[in-house]
C-alpha cells in the first residue's frame, strides 16, 4: 500500500461512485490551510475549525476529501461565514440526511470545494454547542486513541464499500448506520 493511491478497484474514472484511497499524509496540510484561510476570510466570525472524519486519521483508508466544521460562536454570524468560506472557492449544497437527523431544525450550512468538479473538500458551518460538532470531534478523539477501534472501522468501512460496489445512496446510508453505531458504544 502506498499513501496517496487508490484502494482496488477504486482506480476507475467514474465520479458517479465511492472512491477510497490510503491514507495521505498531505491530508493534513491540507485541512491546516483550510483552517488558515476560514480564520482568515471570516474575520473572527469563525472561532474554531476542526478536522473531523476519516482523513482527520492518521493512517487510516478514506475519501479523499477533507471534511471540517468551522465554528460560529454567534448563530447570527452563521450566514455571513459561509457566504465570506463561499469566496474561497466553495460553494453552498445541500445537506445529506444525517445532518438533519442529527441536528433537528439547528442550522448548519454545508459547502463543498470546488465549486466545479469532484469535491475535495466539505465543510460544515456550526454554532457552538452544535451536536454535529461533538459528536464529530468525540468519534474522531476516540479512534485517535484507540488504534484497534480504528482498524476496526477501516475494515467495516472497506466491507461497506465492496459490498455496496461504490454506490454513493447506499454507502451513505450503510456508514450513517455504522456512526450512529459506534455513537452509541461511546455513550
Not at 473531523?52 to 455571513?80: E, F, H, K, Q, Y
Not at 442529527?102 to 470545494?113: A, D, H, N, S, Y
Not at 475535495?120 to 484507540?146: A, D, I, N, P
Request: aromatic share 6%; with cysteine; proline share 5%.
Amino acid at each position: 500500500m502506498n499513501p496517496g493511491q487508490w484502494l482496488d478497484g477504486c482506480d476507475n474514472d467514474d465520479p458517479d461512485r465511492i472512491r477510497l484511497m490510503y491514507h495521505d499524509p498531505r491530508w493534513r496540510q491540507e485541512f491546516e490551510q483550510t483552517r488558515s484561510s476560514i480564520l482568515q476570510s471570516c474575520d473572527g466570525r469563525v472561532v474554531a475549525v476542526e478536522h473531523i472524519g476519516s482523513t482527520a486519521i492518521s493512517g487510516l483508508i478514506a475519501r479523499p476529501i477533507i471534511d471540517a466544521v468551522a465554528v460560529v460562536a454567534d448563530p447570527v454570524d452563521l450566514s455571513d461565514a459561509a457566504m465570506l468560506i463561499e469566496g474561497l472557492n466553495f460553494r453552498e449544497t445541500d445537506q445529506p440526511d444525517w445532518v438533519g437527523e442529527l441536528c433537528g431544525t439547528v442550522p448548519v450550512r454545508l459547502l463543498e470545494k470546488p465549486r466545479h468538479g469532484e469535491t475535495t473538500h466539505r465543510v460544515y458551518v456550526v454554532s457552538q454547542g452544535s451536536r454535529l460538532l461533538g459528536q464529530s470531534v468525540r468519534l474522531r478523539e476516540h479512534f485517535r486513541s484507540s488504534p484497534e477501534a480504528a482498524i476496526d472501522f477501516e475494515s467495516q468501512k472497506v466491507e461497506v464499500w465492496k459490498r455496496i460496489i461504490g454506490e454513493p445512496a447506499r454507502y451513505h446510508a450503510a456508514m450513517n448506520e455504522e456512526f450512529q453505531r459506534r455513537l452509541l458504544r461511546l455513550e
